[in-house]
């Protein structure tokens, strides 16, 4: 019972309450952000991974197979790079996400999960860089919506899960797809920027203020007359 108490004690100091925020810095949340979805990755892609590569086995998909399990070591070596620079760890994380879902999609269509990889690399990109990046990564997902597009009309027999889409149909589902990911990562990417740059303001607003009293005591204490 003390340990399941501490783990829930643990939990609760975790939150994002104002008061928490103030007390880090920006660097500091994105590094929790970035660690939370590194862990998430490892232990729900570990269960992911055994059933994935067995299914891709069974239908045939041996090349799906070995890229799963390249995908997953290459987490698991994001792991240990601690003393890299973060903006290096958290390009790499979104990058092996995008690539898992533009593989997993022209290998299994609309069938596998892929589509939803390469949907969620934008918001996260917002929430582990910042609107700019957020916003480079969902330019990135026009351009990979586009090529894919380009793929279809081409009719290639290399790629035959691409042939069950017809261009036009696909032009109405890239232009709801594109939209809807702006819809998520613009607005998520401008809301956390605010909140971190005012919790940033408010800290440099309370360190001038507790500077200005410490001068102001300062003058009092060494005056030689009483003012």
Known sequence: MKSVGQAFQKLSSYSLSTSTIQAHSLQYWR????????????????????????MSLVVGYYGLAVFD????LFVVGLFFLHGAS??????????????VGIIVFIV???????????????????MLLGLNWGSVFLAVNIAI????????????????RLLEFSVESWVVYAVNFVATNAIVTLPLGAL????????????????????????????????????
């Open 108 to 126: 299994t269509g609309d069938e596998g999960a892929g589509f939803f990889w390469i949907f969620m690399v934008p918001p996260l990109a917002s």
């Open 192 to 227: 956390l920027n605010g909140l971190f740059v005012s919790v940033e303001h408010e800290k440099q607003a309370q360190k001038e203020v507790k500077s200005g009293e410490e001068s102001y005591r300062r003058i009092v204490e060494t005056a030689e007359e009483g003012i």
């Open 86 to 99: 973060y903006t290096l760890r958290a390009i790499l994380l979104l990058a092996i996400g995008l690539s």
């Open 145 to 160: 919506v586009a090529g894919i597009g380009v793929l279809i009309s081409l009719r290639s027999p290399l790629l035959p």
């Open 31 to 54: 590094e929790r952000i970035y660690g939370y979805m590194l862990a998430a990755m490892l232990v729900l892609g570990l269960f992911a991974l055994v059933p994935s590569v067995w």
């Open 69 to 72: 399990v390249l995908a997953y």
